[in-house]
């Protein structure tokens, strides 16, 4: 598994230099950054840190998650590949459940915990068969909720996993 993550960086990094983009102001100025070595490397905090960041950006409803984890990782000091991997628990298979699930999520804590939110989203209200009468805000609240929840729990198993398997996830690059 390690040669085959190291295979994958390295042909990521060969992309991200290609001849025809290396002059380039605006790629030099948007990658440079990513060429960071430790932000590649696989290590206890920087692992759980991508993945943490990645299974929030995974249920956004945002058409570009991956760049978005990517530049959030970058900035944070993760680990880029895994962020952009976990990226990756949302598709077209997967959008269903997980925005039924954001729905009932946003309509519960709504209903339990007053979260104050702007007129317009609550006025853009549409019935659902199974989940009942739902509004744009009750989403957004559901979609940030879950996201967290994933991220605590992403997190939360990677450093289990890296503390049970110390050999395969060592704790410092």
Known sequence: MKEKYLWLVRKS?????????RHRLWWQVLTKPLFNRQLWKPCRDSVALGAAIGSFFSVMPIP???FVAALVTMRCKG???FAVGFCFISNPFTNLP?????????????HHVPVPMPSILTEMEVTLPGLGSVNAGGFIVGSVASGC???VVAF???RL?????PLHLPTKI
């Open 98 to 110: 997980i925005w039924s699930t954001q729905f009932w999520l946003g309509n519960f804590i709504q």
């Open 64 to 66: 570009v998650q991956s």
């Open 156 to 158: 939360g198993l990677v």
């Open 79 to 81: 680990n880029i590949p």
């Open 13 to 21: 990094f060969r992309a991200l230099r290609h001849r025809r983009m």
């Open 149 to 151: 929840l994933l991220a």
């Open 161 to 165: 996993i890296a503390v049970l398997l």
